[in-house]
């Protein structure tokens, strides 16, 4: 990402990107990903900044 943004990527079971997006660090607080058109199951939500990088699992369960 450009210097002094964050890009969070959201990864499937198979490492293929389902979700991205590159925000400006020093505007948010919080944000929201839309995971509704994501199949339920195991993902990685990766997050790349300046001088930092970590991913975590997440679990997508929808009701139905």
């Not at 210097?3 to 990107?17: A, E, M, P, Q, W």
């Not at 994501?38 to 679990?59: I, K, W």
């Amino acid at each position: 990402p450009e210097n002094g943004n964050v890009k969070l990527s959201v990864y499937d079971i198979n490492g293929k990107i389902v979700r991205s997006v590159e925000l400006n660090a020093d505007s948010i607080l919080y944000y929201d990903i839309d995971v509704a058109n994501l199949a339920s199951g195991l993902y990685v939500l990766h997050f790349y900044g300046n001088a930092t990088e970590f991913g975590t699992p997440v679990v997508i369960m929808h009701n139905k």
